[in-house]
């Protein structure tokens, strides 16, 4: 990465120690952010609303609407009010597939208790024709990470052989994850080309967020889709880019503040989602 080198005033020096001090920031991220925000260069923000540990202990009122998100990202995934469907973000599209598998689009007014939004600027395009599972996909897109300490969002487009998707039922508050997930339609189509929407979360954050990939699929007629269970595909075109910065909205209802979040969700959460 190149660097550079420059003479700053003692007052400009002093606001930036006084930020870094305040947000626990390093001055290179400061810095990279400050000058791509003056010239106007994407920089990739990843937002999360919520935590998986609060899924997993049945906290599912919808705490952010969908013009929120549209805010802060054209790219990504989560859940409805009342883990109703999945949700797949496709080019500044928000869609919502439901248990019994329609697809439709949702209005800015819909909200949700989870979800992982960012700005898509690959910076890494891949053709590969040899994902006969969905394990041969992972090990594709292990040789495209650099890190296992980032995030990474991944968006696959091509032509499937087989996919194996789920969606979640409306849930009451309160029920947990691992029981919501017990009763969950799956769906599965033959020869049918669309898009795999997804994120890579390194390990330490696995309190906040799935560890490792995670993935909605819609086809390209917007008919089916749904979290990704399984995979076989002959074609894919494969985008990756690396998340620079992490952040999060907090719930503010008396279910989340009152909660017990302290234990690891992990467990639940791989059994809910695998």
């Not at 260069?41 to 599912?60: C, D, K, N, W």
Request: a negative charge; proline letters at 3%.
């Amino acid at each position: 990465m190149p660097t550079i080198h420059c003479h700053l005033s003692h007052s400009l020096w002093r606001a930036l120690h006084t930020r870094q001090q305040a947000t626990g920031e390093s001055l290179d991220h400061l810095i990279r952010t400050a000058l791509a925000d003056y010239l106007q260069v994407q920089h990739s923000t990843l937002f999360q609303v919520s935590t998986s540990g609060a899924l997993v202990e049945g906290i599912y009122k919808g705490e952010v609407s969908i013009a929120t998100l549209k805010a802060h990202g054209d790219f990504g995934l989560g859940t409805f009010e009342g883990l109703d469907g999945e949700m797949v973000v496709l080019d500044g599209r928000f869609y919502q597939v439901q248990s019994d598998g329609k697809v439709s689009e949702v209005d800015d007014e819909v909200r949700t208790p989870f979800a992982v939004i960012t700005r898509f600027v690959p910076e890494r395009t891949v053709d590969v024709t040899d994902c006969p599972t969905f394990a041969a996909l992972m090990g594709h897109l292990d040789r495209l990470r650099q890190s296992n300490n980032v995030f990474f969002a991944i968006r696959a487009d091509g032509e499937f052989e087989y996919v194996r998707t789920r969606a979640m039922c409306k849930t009451e508050e309160g029920i947990p994850l691992v029981q919501a997930a017990a009763v969950q339609p799956e769906f599965e189509s033959h020869g049918v080309t669309g898009t795999l929407v997804g994120f890579w979360t390194p390990e330490y954050v696995k309190t906040l967020n799935v560890a490792g990939y995670h993935f909605h699929f819609l086809t390209d007629d917007r008919l089916s889709g749904g979290h990704l269970l399984d995979c076989s595909a002959r074609r894919l075109r494969i985008q990756i880019q690396h998340e620079g910065d992490f952040r999060m909205s907090l719930p503010e209802s008396q279910e989340f503040l009152k909660a017990d979040l302290s234990r690891d969700p992990s467990t639940d959460m791989d059994k809910a989602e695998r």
